[in-house]
């Protein structure tokens, strides 16, 4: 199975910070890559997929970069709304895997 | 729009089988490239990938778990049903289905279901 190593696993911000987020992938995955947000007690959603193309009606201050292993998640200025715990997931394999998380918490 | 349902027991004893049911609508799973997978969370935990299946009957396993899980699908009811045998403690979860966007070998999950929690207890 591929494995996908998050990081960091958690991290405290302000509202207004760029916020980078990164999932480093145990072989290629050619950008086979989603990132999702979780709130507590919510089922998660999809931000991103194809490791840089926006889901429909995320707002466009998220943003994902990356190729071959390494990928990044980035958020340009941090809203109240965003607080919450991000996943990262490869569908590279017909057996798909996600990252171990992570929360991002109020400075 | 679609939308996906899950339902089953909320406690379950260690040993015993459980059988989820994933009620969806907005879509047929008999229609070429759909699919749809089961995802859990253990409490505070990450997400973990468990089975899925396709369109045209196709089934996919976690590894790890492959010898406990069966998924299944009935068209006419638009549901998709996972039993997992021998059932313990750590399988306390949160249990969820999603669609499956078709992104290659796999995809991405949208939508998702609410979830349903289910504790393995005595």
């Known amino acids: 199975d591929i494995q996908m190593t998050q990081s960091p696993s958690s991290l405290s911000a302000s509202v207004g910070d760029i916020v980078t987020i990164t999932c480093r992938a145990s072989?290629?995955?050619?950008?086979?890559l989603a990132w999702y947000q979780q709130k507590p007690g919510k089922a998660p959603k999809v931000l991103l997929f194809g490791a840089s193309r926006l889901q429909s009606g995320v707002p466009s201050r998220f943003s994902g970069s990356g190729s071959g292993t390494d990928y990044t998640l980035t958020i340009s200025s941090l809203q109240p709304e965003d607080f919450a715990s991000y996943y990262c997931q490869q569908y590279y394999s017909p057996l798909p895997t996600f990252g171990q998380g992570t929360k991002v918490e109020i400075k | 729009q679609v939308t996906l349902r899950e339902s089953g027991p909320a406690v379950v004893k260690p040993t015993q089988t459980l059988t989820l049911t994933c009620t969806f609508s907005?879509?047929?799973?008999?229609?070429?490239?759909?699919?749809v997978t089961w995802i859990r969370q253990p409490p505070g935990k990450a997400l973990e990938w468990l089975a899925r299946?396709?369109?045209?009957?196709?089934?996919y396993y976690s590894t790890s778990l492959r010898t406990r899980l069966t998924i299944s699908k009935d068209t006419s009811k638009n549901q998709v049903v996972l039993t997992v045998t021998n059932m313990d403690p750590v399988d306390t979860a949160t249990y969820y289905c999603?669609?499956?966007?078709?992104?290659?070998?796999?995809?991405?999950?949208?939508?998702w279901g609410q979830g349903t929690l289910v504790t393995v207890s005595s």
């Open positions: 072989q290629g995955i050619s950008n086979s």
């Open positions: 999603a669609r499956l966007q078709y992104g290659g070998n796999s995809g991405w999950f949208d939508p």
């Open positions: 299946i396709d369109w045209d009957d196709d089934k």
């Open positions: 907005g879509f047929s799973l008999s229609v070429t490239g759909m699919c």
